[in-house]
């Protein structure tokens, strides 16, 4: 689960500095920008907090 995380906070970045050579417009990199963050986000806080909070000393 923690790969998964990783994996998915690493993808949000480069959805996000993939934007900046995809395409030229403001628009289309602040999408993109934003994507990037929600992906970036999910993987943080989805998948590498909840394996955090299973291996946490208050539940052994």
């Known amino acids: 689960m923690r790969i998964v995380g990783l994996l998915f906070a690493l993808g949000g970045w480069l959805i996000a500095m993939s934007g900046l050579f ?10 993109f920008a934003c994507v990037g ?10 998948f590498i ?6 291996q946490a000393i208050w539940k052994k």
């Open 37 to 46: 963050i929600i992906v970036s986000i999910a993987g943080s806080l989805g």
């Open 49 to 54: 907090n909840k394996f955090y909070q299973a």
């Open 22 to 31: 995809m395409t030229t417009s403001n628009m289309g990199r602040g999408l």
